[in-house]
């Protein structure tokens, strides 16, 4: 079993920055990807940012330029570094991890840009 905790999220204004720590614990064999997906009020879950397990990384296109994901293999963390942030971009962050077997959440982090 895996478990996903994310960290980080908080109230930010506009143009602001924050962090979203993801620490991931439990068997973990072959990760294919890793990576966070939001949830907006009234919205379907939709993707923001993976990491493949060779490294590669892909972002959403509302994000590109202003979100960074990278992680720390020492101790199984993924991060997202949020730069410039909109009000667009408040919702509830969720980490993710989907292996061979299966896929995996976190129970998500609340962000909230507003002035």
């Known amino acids: 079993q895996v478990q996903l905790v994310e960290s980080g999220g908080g109230l930010v204004q506009p143009g602001g920055s924050l962090r979203l720590s993801c620490a991931a614990s439990g068997s973990i064999f072959t990760i294919n990807t890793m990576g966070w997906y939001r949830q907006a009020p009234g919205k379907q879950r939709e993707f923001v940012a993976h990491i493949t397990g060779d490294s590669r990384t892909n972002y959403a296109d509302s994000v590109k330029g202003r979100f960074t994901i990278s992680q720390d293999n020492t101790n199984n963390t993924l991060y997202l570094q949020m730069n410039s942030l909109k009000p667009e971009d408040t919702a509830l962050y969720y980490c993710?991890?989907?292996?061979?077997?299966?896929?995996?959440w976190g129970q998500g982090t609340q962000v909230t840009v507003s002035s």
């Open positions: 993710n991890l989907e292996s061979r077997a299966a896929v995996y």
